[in-house]
């Protein structure tokens, strides 16, 4: 059956009262209770993603976001400090550490720009790409192997992947969801292309009439702070989005129902 279901953003406001340390404690609406997560999937890591206290997005070069209308609250995790993590960066990011932290590292692998698959596992043994015309093709072995419980060497391979891949690559990588009613925490909202831009659902939340709320969490260009953003068309300082018929428009990006998508 074709879909025909959108999203929308009406919200009444809710105090927050004291800033969440982490993503699980962001208050909920009255009557909403977050949906069950299994420990070690995808979604119970980012609901325990710790946030900073300053509510302040920085650029990777340490200036100050001059728009901060679209934040919530920050990720208390580093971007480095060149032009990397944008949009699909932070997303392939979150998935990698999240990967590396139950030690599966031969899921971690992307899709280069170029249809090339990029391998944690490979990158580890040494294997290396060099771009020639608009493609990549391996290059001269590092010379060595790296332990791939090697947090550095994990840092350098996704330096890679993100000069190399992007929305129109992870869109391709992603699977197509049956329904947006199907959401779950971990799924990506994304639309490939110059521009393009990618939000992850951070988290989720439901009652017993069937309503469905969701966070969603965001990388930028150029490459700042990772933040979850507010509900623009509810309350300024909410952030909960409910799953409603009509468009899912964000503070800076406005994606359809058929945009959503799983690992």
Not at 105 to 112: E, G, K, N
Not at 160 to 168: E, K, P, S
Request: charged share 20%; glycine share 8%.
């Amino acid at each position: 059956m074709h879909l025909a279901l959108v999203l929308a953003i009406i919200l009444p406001f809710f105090s927050l009262g004291q800033v969440p340390s982490t993503i699980k404690d962001i208050q909920l609406p009255p009557s909403f209770q977050r949906v069950k997560t299994v420990e070690g999937s995808f979604g119970h890591y980012l609901r325990n993603l710790p946030l900073r206290n300053d509510q302040t997005v920085y650029l990777y070069n340490g200036s100050r976001k001059p728009d901060q209308r679209a934040l919530f609250a920050v990720l208390n995790l580093a971007i480095g400090k060149e032009n990397l993590l944008q949009c699909a960066d932070m997303i392939m990011m979150l998935r990698s550490h999240y990967l590396f932290s139950l030690g599966n590292y031969a899921a971690i692998r992307f899709i280069a720009g170029d249809g090339t698959w990029l391998n944690y596992a490979d990158w580890c043994s040494g294997k290396r790409f060099v771009l020639k015309g608009n493609r990549l093709v391996p290059g001269m072995n590092s010379g060595g192997i790296t332990r791939m419980n090697n947090r550095k060497s994990l840092d350098g391979f996704l330096d890679f992947v993100y000069r190399y891949a992007g929305t129109l690559s992870l869109e391709k990588q992603l699977q197509r969801t049956t329904s947006v009613w199907a959401m779950k925490p971990g799924d990506v909202f994304i639309r490939g292309g110059s521009p393009g831009h990618a939000m992850l659902v951070a988290d989720m939340a439901e009652n017993d009439r069937g309503e469905k709320l969701f966070l969603l969490m965001q990388g930028y260009m150029p490459a700042q702070d990772i933040h979850i953003v507010k509900n623009m068309g509810g309350s300024a300082t909410q952030p909960w989005y409910l799953l409603k018929h009509s468009a899912l428009v964000t503070p800076e990006w406005t994606f359809e129902p058929s945009q959503l998508r799983s690992w």
